[in-house]
């Protein structure tokens, strides 16, 4: 069930300092929503919060790392603090890494699952836990990725999260369904943010033009106002799934079925990452 009119409602976004959880946020503020934003980087925060506020919403910010112990519940505690409230949580907070297996030491890859996955679901389980105590209803997000689905080499630790994280929603979907919660997992595809700098600086790879890869196809490159927009949609109107591209969407479950028929691409897209690796080694 829709939480109906967004007016005056209230959502908390983690990774709201930048890329789709800005661009979240700023769709919700045209909604008439609340924010609570949280990320690390007070300055970041401060600018979208004032781009918000412009709007003529109230906004929180909370300096925060998402993978701190009691994260989730000090998030959640400001939130009620300032509001009163909540109804809308996006744990979006998350970052990539591309990087062969073999050469990830297991303590980034724990990092990533603790980020990516241990954090976005504590804030939707104990956000869950509050909306039942006080019998309201509300609707939980978490930003996956269409590698979720599939997965590309130098990917596995990156899309192992996503994949979690969208098993996670599902089952809690109707977990909570009973109790008037609605949970939807979100699933962009590229998307033109700081993502691929982050990552190609976390992997050790030159961070000069990795805005978004140059062999990603160009249409299926999008801004993250696209993202927010369908988040958007979801709220008013509740699904499993939220998906920008119908085109990668078929195409995941193609690959589902017959991932032998993707071998070819992985194949390029592996040799492709061990040569940027390669240069940045220097060799
Ligand atoms: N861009 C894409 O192509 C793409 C595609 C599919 C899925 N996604 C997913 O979309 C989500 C948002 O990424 P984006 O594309 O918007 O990238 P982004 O611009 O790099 O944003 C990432 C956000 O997460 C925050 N964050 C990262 N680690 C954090 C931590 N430990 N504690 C608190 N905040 C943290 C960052 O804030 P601070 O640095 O200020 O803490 C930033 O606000 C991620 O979960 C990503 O996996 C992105």
């Not at 603090?81 to 979006?92: L, Y």
Request: glycine content about 8%.
């Amino acid at each position: 069930m829709a939480v109906g009119n967004l007016q005056g409602k209230v959502a908390v976004i983690t990774g709201g300092s930048s890329g789709i959880g800005a661009a979240t946020a700023r769709a919700l503020a045209a909604e008439g929503m609340d924010l609570v934003l949280a990320a690390r980087r007070a300055d970041r925060l401060t600018a979208v919060a004032q781009s918000i506020r412009a709007m003529g919403r109230r906004v929180e910010t909370v300096e925060i790392d998402v993978a701190a112990p009691n994260a989730s519940n000090a998030l959640l505690d400001a939130a009620e603090r300032a509001f009163g409230r909540f109804d809308v949580v996006f744990a979006n907070a998350g970052y990539g890494m591309e990087r062969a297996h073999h050469d990830t030491p297991e303590s980034d890859l724990r990092h990533m699952f603790e980020v990516n996955f241990f954090a976005s679901t504590d804030l939707i389980t104990q956000a869950a836990k509050r909306l039942i105590a006080a019998d309201r209803k509300g609707h939980l997000l978490m930003c996956s990725s269409c590698l979720a689905k599939f997965t590309l080499p130098y990917y596995g630790a990156y899309a192992a999260t996503k994949a979690a994280q969208g098993m996670m929603c599902r089952a809690m979907r109707f977990e909570l369904e009973p109790h008037g919660i609605e949970v939807s997992s979100v699933h962009p595809v590229t998307t033109v943010t700081e993502f691929f700098e982050q990552s190609a600086a976390r992997s050790g790879l030159h961070a000069s033009d990795r805005k978004v890869p140059d062999h990603a196809p160009k249409f299926f490159v999008q801004p993250p106002e696209r993202v927010a927009k369908a988040i958007v949609r979801c709220l008013h109107r509740p699904r499993s799934e939220v998906w920008t591209s119908l085109a990668v969407r078929l195409a995941a479950g193609f690959i589902t079925a017959f991932p032998g028929l993707f071998d070819g691409a992985c194949r390029r897209e592996a040799a492709r990452s061990r040569m940027a690796h390669q240069r940045a080694k220097g060799h």
